[in-house]
């Protein structure tokens, strides 16, 4: 949405639980089928969207309190210190380019067969949710800046600052949520596989050797010796002669 989108009307006038390895049939070719349609249709269906953006907007405006608020064409007006004044939506102030990554790296992750059909739409579907909620919370603060600060005043501050900070914001939430349910089954796996190898029996001990046929080993006998002193000799063991004793 540019600064020149911001319209200033004449009253009465108008202005522009599965299972993670589970794949259903033709599930997958299907949803990569409709990627590719939904990249199409954000081409060549730009008006549609801001169209459905606007009424979108409409309807918001008029839960908070902005009971006048009305869609002309694809603008939302209301009334302000006695004149219709409102915001134009543009195509690219619609959701459609912010999805455009989340409906190509669906199509890509269905492709390499990363994932399930079924979980992949999911993680789509919750992007979306999530690119939408702050788009529209996007478009209800500049609606909020006009209304309090005036036409050129609130219009530029609410969309420069606040309605930048409010998409940068959403497009993360959404990438971090949409690679949270894709990557889980992959999680899943990872944690079992080493639940299961934790509780894997472990290897039985070495058998002795006996067990195995080999002939039995005998520890070696101990033999005690007596003391050198306690053993005779030669000499003192005959009898001595006077000789000896002489000598």
Same mark, same amino acid.
């Given at each position: 949405?540019?600064?020149?989108?911001?319209?200033?009307?004449?009253? $009465? %006038?108008?202005? $522009?639980? /599965?299972?993670?390895?589970?794949?259903? %049939?033709?599930?997958r070719p299907a949803v990569a089928v409709l990627c590719a349609a939904a990249l199409v249709a954000v081409l060549a269906a730009g008006r549609w969207i801001q169209l459905g953006e606007a009424a979108l907007s409409t309807l918001v405006a008029r839960?908070? %309190? /902005?009971?006048?608020?009305?869609?002309?064409?694809?603008a939302v007006v209301f009334e302000l210190d006695g004149r219709a004044v409102g915001y134009g939506i543009t195509l690219g102030c619609t959701v459609a380019f912010l999805l455009l990554p989340f409906v190509l790296g669906t199509a890509v992750v269905l492709t390499v067969q990363r994932t399930t059909a079924l979980r992949a739409l999911a993680a789509l579907a919750a992007a979306v949710a999530v690119v939408a909620a702050c788009?529209?919370?996007?478009?209800l603060v500049i609606l909020s800046g006009i209304r309090l600060l005036g036409l050129?005043?609130?219009?530029?501050?609410?969309? /420069?600052? /606040?309605?930048?900070a409010l998409s940068t914001v959403g497009v993360v939430t959404a990438a971090l949520l949409f690679l949270h349910i894709i990557t889980q089954p992959t999680r899943r796996r990872?944690?079992?596989?080493?639940?299961r190898a934790q509780e894997a029996p472990r290897p039985p001990a070495a058998a002795p050797v006996a067990a195995l046929g080999a002939a039995p080993v005998t520890a070696p006998a101990v033999v005690v010796l007596p003391?050198?002193?306690a053993i005779p000799t030669q000499r003192s063991?005959?009898?001595q002669t006077p000789e000896d004793r002489r000598g």
């Amino acid at each position: 949405m540019s600064a020149t989108t911001a319209v200033e009307a004449l009253p $009465g %006038g108008s202005s $522009g639980g /599965v299972d993670d390895d589970l794949d259903v %049939g033709l599930a997958r070719p299907a949803v990569a089928v409709l990627c590719a349609a939904a990249l199409v249709a954000v081409l060549a269906a730009g008006r549609w969207i801001q169209l459905g953006e606007a009424a979108l907007s409409t309807l918001v405006a008029r839960a908070t %309190g /902005v009971h006048d608020a009305h869609r002309v064409g694809t603008a939302v007006v209301f009334e302000l210190d006695g004149r219709a004044v409102g915001y134009g939506i543009t195509l690219g102030c619609t959701v459609a380019f912010l999805l455009l990554p989340f409906v190509l790296g669906t199509a890509v992750v269905l492709t390499v067969q990363r994932t399930t059909a079924l979980r992949a739409l999911a993680a789509l579907a919750a992007a979306v949710a999530v690119v939408a909620a702050c788009n529209q919370l996007r478009l209800l603060v500049i609606l909020s800046g006009i209304r309090l600060l005036g036409l050129e005043r609130g219009y530029s501050a609410t969309h /420069v600052l /606040v309605g930048t900070a409010l998409s940068t914001v959403g497009v993360v939430t959404a990438a971090l949520l949409f690679l949270h349910i894709i990557t889980q089954p992959t999680r899943r796996r990872l944690q079992r596989r080493s639940e299961r190898a934790q509780e894997a029996p472990r290897p039985p001990a070495a058998a002795p050797v006996a067990a195995l046929g080999a002939a039995p080993v005998t520890a070696p006998a101990v033999v005690v010796l007596p003391a050198a002193s306690a053993i005779p000799t030669q000499r003192s063991a005959r009898t001595q002669t006077p000789e000896d004793r002489r000598g």
